[in-house]
């Protein structure tokens, strides 16, 4: 979404940055489309805008359907394959890619919207069973009723289950230094914890519902599938719920906590990750102290620990103040050179919001501390690379990055060019160890970026490096192929993988758009280290061969998947 470079008012800018669609029209009251041909009768389709997290993907019109079971989906997909329509499964879209659809007119796409009916939830013993519309914050609802949790998640709860299945979501933690994993628990994505999944496949006649268990081989390319299958399913594994203390540091000195390794001491990043092993550090360019924030696992509560019984407890970070909306306002109307005041109001913000709200320390179920993003977070653009590395090289690869991204915005900054006004968010989770799943012979997920590599077993962590900006903003796509270019030539002791909700594939221009970085770079990451027959090609394979009439496809994902 291109912001106007004029004047913008407060509540203009926020309607800017937040948006939903909120009109249905159908086939017979006011819709602007050629209805589809032959609609199956009994499911509902109406006409409806549609838009994507950060507003870089705009459809002004598509069409949209509710099915209300499996089977629904399956009449579906056999009338796409008839009539020649594609089907895309739409859950909140909080997304950035073009994975659901790309930017421009949808052509003859149905997206079947798996929000309002495909939401049911059943809690066995060290399982759940969720039909994939269901939101993670309803299924962590569900599960500590029952006594279960996550050890790690993405953060906004407004994912559906498919959602997070689909682009391997993940959050942050890895153990601490002589922890061992709870049985029922994983350190990598949420696609790890999968134990059977149902999928709309294809039998070789028609499209039909089918249940893969976590030791079929072609499982390995749905567990993490992009889009490209439509999964209304899955089990996955649980574990016994934890109660986890989240302390928000805002007092170290960003040069301590990302400084090299000969010279990092205890406040450094690698130093917390040792102590509590689930760590996130946010750090708004041209300030000097990041917000910090630390999980640990606290069966008690500790003495000065404010119990928080519900999740998104950061409410400073939910809406832009009027302080710093007013100077977004100014910066996207050009006046630029306020972006180091606009961030340095945002980390005040930080701070004196975890005073007045209390919540520099609290502690409750690991649901309460997990989800903090709301819808009504202020909606930036994002890159984001999964850097496979060593627990000993953790250090070494934020403090490379760091100065790395200092120098450059400092650069920019001298010539009066400011592309990055949103923070620098970095993580670390450990990998998609396939036995955490508890069941024989279960294989790895194949398009996972936290699938393990044979040949480095070493290896055993990936740190996650995003930068955001509001959309828009000059010189971002510039400086975001420098920085694609730059991590993918430093870290050679190291793998890189995008992570595939996110920005990628920069060609200085527009995002996604650099065919060799599709073509090339990101088949090599998902080959390198893999044996023949387990890898990118044969999860391409199986994708095609369990959909070859790529109802469940877009060219975006034809493209990438070719």
Request: hydrophobic share 40%; with cysteine; glycine share 10%.
């Amino acid at each position: 979404m291109d912001i106007p470079r004029t004047g913008l008012s407060r509540r203009a800018l926020l309607g800017a940055l937040s948006w939903t669609p909120v009109f249905h029209l159908l086939p017979a009251r006011g819709a602007t489309l050629a209805a589809p041909p032959a609609f199956p009768g009994g499911i509902s389709i109406y006409q409806q805008a549609y838009e994507n997290w950060s507003g870089e993907i705009e459809v002004d019109g598509v069409w949209t359907c509710a099915p209300a079971t499996p089977a629904d989906v399956v009449t579906l997909a056999n009338w796409a394959r008839a009539n020649g329509w594609k089907l895309r499964a739409k859950g909140k879209s909080h997304n950035w890619s073009p994975l659901v659809i790309p930017a421009g007119a949808a052509g003859n796409t149905v997206l079947v919207d798996t929000t309002q009916h495909l939401t049911a939830v059943s809690v066995g013993s060290g399982t759940v069973t969720a039909q994939t519309g269901v939101t993670m914050e309803s299924l962590l609802g569900t599960l500590e009723g029952a006594g279960y949790g996550l050890t790690a998640t993405p953060a906004p709860g407004d994912l559906t289950l498919g959602g997070v299945l689909a682009i391997d979501g993940h959050g942050t933690a890895v153990p601490k230094t002589g922890e061992t994993l709870t049985p029922g628990h994983t350190f990598g994505s949420v696609s790890n914890l999968v134990v059977s999944l149902k999928a709309v496949t294809w039998n070789g006649s028609a499209y039909a519902l089918r249940t893969f268990q976590r030791g079929d081989a072609q499982i390995a390319a749905l567990l993490v599938n992009l889009g490209r299958s439509f999964i209304t399913e899955v089990t996955l594994r649980v574990g016994a719920n934890k109660r986890l203390r989240c302390q928000s540091f805002y007092h170290i000195n960003v040069n301590d906590m990302f400084a090299p390794p000969a010279s990092a001491g205890s406040s450094s990043f690698a130093g917390y990750v040792n102590s509590t092993g689930r760590v996130e550090a946010i750090w708004f360019p041209f300030t000097t102290v990041p917000w910090l924030k630390v999980w640990s696992v606290a069966p008690s509560k500790p003495l000065f620990a404010k119990q928080v019984n519900s999740p998104y407890n950061y409410p400073f970070s939910d809406f832009l103040s009027e302080a710093a909306s007013d100077l977004l306002s100014q910066i996207v109307a050009g006046n630029a050179g306020l972006t180091p005041t606009f961030e340095n109001t945002q980390m005040a913000v930080v701070g004196s919001g975890l005073i007045l709200t209390g919540t520099w320390d609290i502690w409750g179920w690991s649901k309460n501390t997990l989800l903090y993003v709301r819808p009504t977070t202020l909606r930036v653009t994002a890159n984001g690379y999964a850097i496979l590395t060593t627990r000993a090289n953790i250090q070494r690869v934020v403090s490379e990055f760091y100065t790395y991204y200092k120098n450059a915005l400092n650069a920019y900054a001298a010539l009066g060019r400011y592309p990055m006004n949103g923070p620098l968010e970095i993580r670390v989770t450990g990998l998609d160890n396939p036995a955490d799943a508890q069941v024989a012979g279960a294989v790895s997920p194949q398009l996972s970026a936290l699938r393990p590599r044979p040949d480095h077993p070493d290896w055993n962590v990936a740190v996650w490096l995003d930068i955001l900006t509001v959309p828009g903003t000059p010189y971002a796509q510039q400086f975001y192929r420098e920085t694609e270019q730059w991590i993918l030539a430093n870290y050679t002791y190291a793998g890189v993988r995008p992570e595939w909700s996110k920005g990628w594939g920069y060609s200085g221009t527009a995002t996604w758009a650099d065919a060799g970085f599709r073509d090339t770079v990101i088949p090599a990451a998902y080959r390198a280290g893999q044996p023949v027959g387990d890898n990118w090609d044969t999860a391409v394979g199986t994708l095609n061969a369990l959909d070859p009439h790529r109802v469940f496809s877009n060219s975006f994902l034809d493209a990438l998947l070719d």
